[in-house]
């Protein structure tokens, strides 16, 4: 294969799963911001602490990589309902820069927490055989663990798109992000609509900072460094739109990736451009509404 | 009768005659003059961490004209102290221009010059689209910094930078005293300008911007121009704010670009309470001491401390520190009215 061809399908797959890794953790943000205008700078301590229940579960318990994934989503989707309930309904008609206080102040206490339980050493996690080494794809050998995170994405992308186009739930979801106050009006709990979404989300975070530990490592400045990947795929899909997430997860992870392999100096430039470009044409992102 | 009393010159005259009054100095605003100064004479050992905090009182103030007055939510306002702290390193370090007051000039022109500019593109949007531009146009700058860190120094900066006398007569002492002699005059002056902005019909046309924005459209305001000279002004303060600390400090690194900047900022303004001038210098001196003296304790618990500090700040003060005095103030006068 020549050199060329090379690069390029590395890059493509490379950022294929990057971008899997980016519409996971995000999407639960893009429809809670979607359906609340509720701006979450806490996302990232929530897959943050999906990360640290995996490294716990595996290193102390001896519990699977996989099981501790499920394991972490469901705690921190539960955990995350709670945080709901009891902090973040209080601020739903605040102001932008209101939320915006109270989620990075728990983003600290987040992080000040994992600084003193875990250190700020970034951690590893042992992964079963099947996720180690490479795959053959036939004409070339792919890393395992990124194989299985383009698997997972599909398959998640899958059933999202089942849920929110297929289902009643879904049905009610899409009708809220276009008119909360229309959707009211026929008889949807939007309210407890957002408390469901907010816990699959976080959830779905968890999960997504259970994947990154292998892919990025874990440390806990992780709850704000990655936070503004998060956000600028939320910003640059549209908010409470699926398919704009996928689509801005798909085209920022293969630039990152694309960028730190042909120019590694460049690092992080490609996507911040790429976000200022697309921002100031589409100002509600690829989907968003204007 | 009541519709007569909005028209007309009377109103004119009252609506001048206001502003005139809010003009006025009271004496309870020589209090953080007085306090400055005292602490001149009461520290002499601890000059250089109070230009620090001075400083770090002109970044916040810089803040709150946009954020406090004009009700822009950026969170990349570290950009404007980035370029104003690397306008005055770059020249000291690679064209030896280390006249200080000139170097304030450069600083102001340059950070002006970046937030007329990207204020003209991004001041257009609102919301989380402005939240990530704001943040964007920060780390960009940041990027670039790394990308030429031949000229910057990169993340390991320009170290051990060398200033001129200030003006030519007042050289530099071990402890700082000059720096900080010369940091509040500097603050004095740009705070002079502040209140002169926000109490002017401008700073008016501002607050009215934040409180009601289709209003202002519909009454016939300039709203993009007026948004775009304030961010414009405020960057310009930022940068003088950036230079400062490179003189003082006499390095500079590209941490100045970072997220955790423009959050610190906004914290301090937070506490202290926006939209209200002073709000800067209370929530700057009571961020810095706490920072001082806890982070030495024990950086982890600092920054649950502050976390929690915003937490709470958000559900019980939402209008800072000094909300919560007036607040606590209204509630005796009406106690001693009754």
């Given at each position: 294969m020549p050199q060329f061809a090379n690069i390029a399908v590395s890059i493509l797959f490379d950022g294929l799963a990057y971008a899997m890794f980016l519409f996971i953790t995000s999407v639960g943000l893009s429809v809670t911001m979607g359906l609340m205008g509720f701006v979450n700078l806490a996302h990232g301590a929530f897959a943050m602490a999906g990360g640290y229940i995996v490294v716990t579960l595996t290193r102390s318990?001896?519990?699977?990589f996989v099981p501790s994934l499920v394991f972490a989503a469901v705690l921190v989707g539960a955990v995350s309902v709670v945080f709901e309930r009891f902090l973040y309904r209080r601020l739903y008609k605040s102001t932008d820069l209101e939320q915006v206080l109270l989620t990075i102040g728990l983003a600290f206490m987040a992080i000040a927490t994992a600084t003193y339980l875990y250190g700020p050493i970034p951690k590893s996690v042992p992964l079963p055989d099947w996720l180690q080494g490479d795959v053959n794809l036939g004409f070339r050998y792919f890393p395992s663990y990124r194989a299985f995170l383009i698997v997972l994405g599909a398959v998640l992308v899958s059933v999202l798109w089942y849920a929110f186009e297929r289902t009643n739930i879904g049905a009610k979801i899409r009708a809220a992000v276009d008119n909360r106050r229309m959707a009211e009006s026929v008889g949807i709990n939007v309210d407890r609509l957002f408390t469901l979404t907010f816990g699959v989300g976080s959830g779905l975070a968890a999960l997504g900072g259970g994947l990154a530990i292998q892919l990025l490592g874990l440390s806990p400045s992780f709850a704000v460094l990655y936070l503004v990947l998060f956000l600028i795929v939320v910003a640059v899909g549209g908010l409470g739109s699926l398919k704009g997430t996928l689509l801005a997860a798909l085209v920022l992870g293969i630039f990152d990736t694309g960028g730190k392999y042909l120019?590694?100096?460049?690092?992080g430039f490609f996507v911040y451009a790429v976000t200022v470009v697309v921002l100031l044409i589409k100002p509600a992102g690829f989907y968003g509404r204007e | 009768m009541a519709a007569s009393k909005t028209t007309g010159a009377p109103a004119r005259e009252r609506a001048a005659n206001y502003l005139a009054k809010r003009h006025r100095f009271r004496l309870a605003e020589a209090l953080p003059w007085l306090i400055a100064i005292a602490v001149f004479f009461i520290f002499p050992t601890r000059m250089t961490f109070g230009s620090q905090v001075l400083v770090m009182v002109m970044f916040a103030l810089s803040l709150d004209l946009i954020l406090?007055?004009?009700?822009i939510v950026t969170l990349g306002h570290a950009a404007f102290f980035g370029v104003g702290a690397y306008t005055v390193g770059l020249a000291a370090a690679?064209?030896?221009?280390?006249?200080?007051i000139s170097g304030l000039f450069a600083a102001a022109i340059a950070a002006g010059l970046v937030g007329f500019i990207t204020g003209w593109f991004l001041l257009r949007y609102r919301g989380l689209t402005l939240l990530m531009l704001t943040l964007a146009t920060a780390i960009l700058l940041q990027e670039t910094g790394n990308l030429r860190s031949d000229i910057?120094?990169?993340?390991?900066?320009?170290?051990?930078l060398t200033f001129k006398p200030l003006l030519g007569m007042f050289d530099y002492d071990l402890y700082g005293h000059t720096y900080y002699l010369y940091v509040l005059a500097v603050l004095a002056v740009v705070f002079y300008l502040v209140r002169r902005i926000v109490y002017s019909p401008f700073g008016q046309a501002l607050t009215g911007i934040r409180e009601n924005v289709r209003r202002m459209h519909a009454i016939g305001s300039p709203v993009h121009r007026r948004l775009v000279t304030v961010y414009t002004i405020a960057a310009a303060i930022a940068g003088v704010a950036g230079a400062l600390f490179t003189q003082t400090n006499a390095y500079v690194t590209l941490?100045?670009?970072d997220f955790d900047n423009s959050a610190k900022v906004m914290v301090m303004l937070i506490l202290g309470g926006?939209?209200?001038?002073y709000g800067a210098f209370v929530g700057a001196a009571i961020y810095m001491v706490l920072e001082d003296y806890f982070s030495k304790l024990s950086p982890t618990f600092w920054q649950f401390g502050i976390g929690l500090m915003l937490v709470l700040a958000v559900l019980f003060?939402?209008?800072?520190i000094l909300g919560v005095f007036e607040r606590f103030g209204n509630y005796l006068s009406e106690r001693k009215r009754s």
């Open positions: 318990y001896g519990v699977g120019l590694a100096d460049a690092g | 406090g007055y004009a009700g690679r064209l030896e221009w280390t006249e200080p910057s120094g990169g993340y390991d900066g320009l170290p051990g941490t100045v670009f926006t939209g209200r001038l003060a939402p209008r800072g």
